[in-house]
């Protein structure tokens, strides 16, 4: 009796460890890989019919998605195994990696800058490719965002990252809000550039969601969400910023040693457990100067900052002006 007592207390605990860890995955994912506001988007509408190939470019501080309207393509990137998409597929790039499309993967492909040599965020191309094979039509953008606001962890998504149709259908507000996007006559009306901007933001939110949640469900596709220690840190980074916490109490806080942790937490993250607090701490800051009316004496304290010479010192570091600038700044640009 007591032995069965003994293994139900054991499979409890089990039960309850895998709940809590489930929950800190989920944690972890929405609030580290939050999609970042975009600054702007660059789109443009494909018609192109086979033979093509045309080559992008890696883009800096810029997810990249390729939504097919009709027909198909495939996708290819160096190391990569090429991916095949069919109309009604999503694919987003995280971080912007050069990739090729093209109607057969092994086609040799023209630069994108040939066919689209301005690319500013704000405006719109179209790419015509006339052939004798199969038609295809795309909707592909650039959406540009902050640099100073992508983590470590946002880095070390996938390459890419793919919806198919029935996972795109599955969410009626991203498949509707795709096609609207890939329409060709939708009228021109003012403030149709920032409705575009949001609408885009609004899409990579709704095609991140299901992503996210395939990687909580499978930890081993996103290495870091394999060590119980480091991603505790990381949620405890997210969300408990404003804690005086130090290397050696975020260290203890999970029950391991300074160097230990330090460097699982570089190897899997990308860089020290220092700066992702700091990140952290800075982007919270800079939301509460954009977008809140709170006084900016009140700021540092919100942050994890006792010392509002500290807090300006690493505010101006990180984004080379001071707290008050950087609200003015964006005032004025609003």
């Not at 939504?67 to 495939?74: A, H, L, M, R």
């Not at 901007?197 to 290495?223: D, H, T």
């Not at 006792?306 to 964006?330: C, D, I, M, N």
Request: aromatic share 6%.
């Amino acid at each position: 009796m007591g032995t069965q007592g003994t293994d139900t207390d054991r499979q409890a605990d089990r039960a309850s460890w895998s709940e809590r860890s489930e929950a800190e995955h989920e944690d972890l994912l929405s609030e580290l890989l939050k999609p970042l506001r975009l600054t702007g988007v660059f789109d443009s509408r494909w018609h192109v019919s086979a033979p093509w190939a045309i080559e992008g470019d890696a883009e800096q501080s810029c997810a990249v998605l390729h939504y097919i309207v009709e027909g198909g393509c495939w996708i290819t990137g160096d190391g990569h195994t090429p991916i095949e998409l069919r109309a009604g597929d999503l694919i987003v790039f995280p971080t912007g990696v050069a990739h090729r499309l093209s109607d057969r993967p092994d086609r040799q492909g023209i630069p994108l800058k040939a066919v689209l040599p301005e690319r500013k965020a704000g405006t719109s191309g179209e790419i015509r490719i006339e052939g004798t094979g199969d038609e295809s039509r795309l909707l592909c953008a650039g959406l540009h965002y902050d640099a100073s606001a992508a983590t470590g962890l946002y880095h070390a998504l996938p390459w890419a990252l793919v919806l198919d149709r029935a996972q795109v259908d599955r969410e009626p507000l991203l498949r509707d809000t795709l096609r609207l996007l890939a329409s060709a006559d939708r009228p021109v009306e003012p403030g149709d550039r920032l409705i575009t901007l949001r609408a885009f933001e609004m899409a990579l939110v709704l095609a991140l969601r299901p992503l996210l949640r395939e990687l909580a469900g499978n930890p081993a596709s996103l290495p870091v969400l394999r060590h119980p220690g480091i991603s505790r840190a990381l949620v405890m980074i997210a969300t408990r910023f404003a804690e005086p916490w130090t290397i050696d109490s975020l260290a203890r806080e999970v029950g391991m040693s300074r160097s230990a942790f330090t460097a699982a937490f570089r190897e899997l993250v990308g860089e020290s457990p220092a700066r992702h607090l700091t990140a952290r701490r800075m982007q919270e800051a800079a939301r509460l100067l954009t977008e809140t009316s709170l006084p900016q004496s009140a700021v540092p304290a919100r942050v994890g900052y006792q010392s509002a010479v500290g807090f300006h010192l690493a505010f101006r570091k990180w984004y080379g002006v001071t707290p008050g600038e950087y609200r003015s700044g964006v005032a004025s640009a609003a």
